[in-house]
């Protein structure tokens, strides 16, 4: 590779136009071997890569809202916060299911009743490698197949935040794309209002998240649903697991008139808890109960 | 130049990336740490060996800068940092002969123009692959249009650059252990 004598840059030129053409290949064509490659050379980085992200979370913890507290005040109050988000997404996910089965009632006779997930097992991993370029790009943790972890599963952060979906699983690691990445698609979401935060589901609007790439997501809404700044927003959309379903996805941040559309607003969502923050993140691992499914079916 | 040296301080540049980077962001831009290795290497090893060391760099932090595709997870696309540096390491060996090499401030304004050329030579590949395959444009960039993107990278560069100038001085005082081959020194004279 790097002999000296008259031909010792025909090595580097044969290298150089591989490259170019590598670089303008499909994605199907690089997939099968690139993403090994990867898998190959970034298994040794990993324990150093983990103890990086560890030292940078330690320098930079994830932002707390109450850190003006007493320590003995702000553990109270995030354990009543977790507390109430976990009770009002347990209400929230029976009113959805109570809808979804007032809609589907008259065939509920003839169609057995939908697995859900019975069982939720939480997963604690870390991250392992960030992507360098992009704040909000992928980034790697240290749990994989072995693990549980499957495509699709949800990653939280302090329990009921939302902040991502893994998209790649080895057999040791997995690849976890932030929900704020420009590349999640559009994302649906229940308002609920800061000062009534305990209406149903039926009353809450609805909007559609689109990731800005800077930590933030816009959406139009109604004028008449009436947002305002501080409101909750929730997941809901059925092209997420049901583990995702009414986790927060953040407030809104601001609510102006849009120009063009004198009834409606441009509304920008800000997520509490973002990937870039954090060392760590919790999957949320769905455990399948084929048996009670196969008897409810029966 | 001495290559178990180069693999360390490489390992050292890719952790950074991988790790310390999002740390030192402000308003989402962040420094690159591997660029001033790049200009580092470019300013004093033999001529060969820079344009092996920049293409090695960049293949290493393409594989470790994973392209999401919606619900087709991701891939690895091997290119936009190796060709990017190798043609900032080039464009450095260009103009080495110029400069004050042992001073922060060069490898501070270098490892500016690398992070643009390097920027540039990437989107321009962003940008031609979107017209013929998927994924779109706004898979690959941290912003949605490719003039935002140009935008965003021109702040990494200056960030980049004032992250250089004491990256630089402490890489300078590695200088020895690095066994350059060509290590006349040209120093501005006071």
Redesign the interface.
Known sequence: ??R?GPH??AA?AV??II??V???L??SW??PW??D??RL??FP?AP??H???S??GW??PAPDPYSDLSPAARDRLNQAEAEKERFARLYRERERRIIELEADIAELESIPLRQMPAETTPLRAN?T??????????V?LNRGESAGVE?NTVAVYSGTHLVGRI??VSRLQS?L?PLT???T?AINALVYPRDRPDISPREAPVIQLIP????TFSADADRVDQLATGDFVYLYDHTWPDTAQHLMVGTIDTVRPKDDAPLRDAVVVRPRFMV?DVANVTLLIERQTNSVAMEDGA | MK?SIFGIAL?IG??????????L?FH?V?P?F?ACLVVFVALFASR??T??AC?LIG???D??????????????????H??GY?LAGFAVLQIRAMVFRRRALTVGVLTLMTVLLASLMAIS?FV??SWY???GL??Y????TAM?ELGH?MG?AMYSGLIALPLGWVLQATLPVWGFEMMGPRRSRR
């Open positions: 590779m790097f000296r010792r840059y580097f290298a150089l490259t170019s590598v670089a303008l499909p994605p690089l997939r690139t993403n490659l990867e050379v970034t980085l150093f890569g103890a990086g992200n030292l940078a320098l930079r991250v490698r960030r992507t360098p370029d992009k704040l909000h790009g992928v790697h495509t998209t790649e690849a794309l990445n420009t590349s698609p800005n790439g800077d930590g870039p | 290559w390992l890719l952790v950074l990336e991988t790790s310390m980077r999002q740390l962001a989402g962040s690159s591997t060969s060996s344009l092996w293409w293949v290493l932090m594989i470790v800068s994973a392209v999401a595709w919606d619900a087709h997870g991701t891939f690895v696309l091997i290119g936009p190796a060709l190798t590949i031609v692959r395959t998927e994924p706004s898979a960039l941290a912003h949605r935002g990278r990494i």
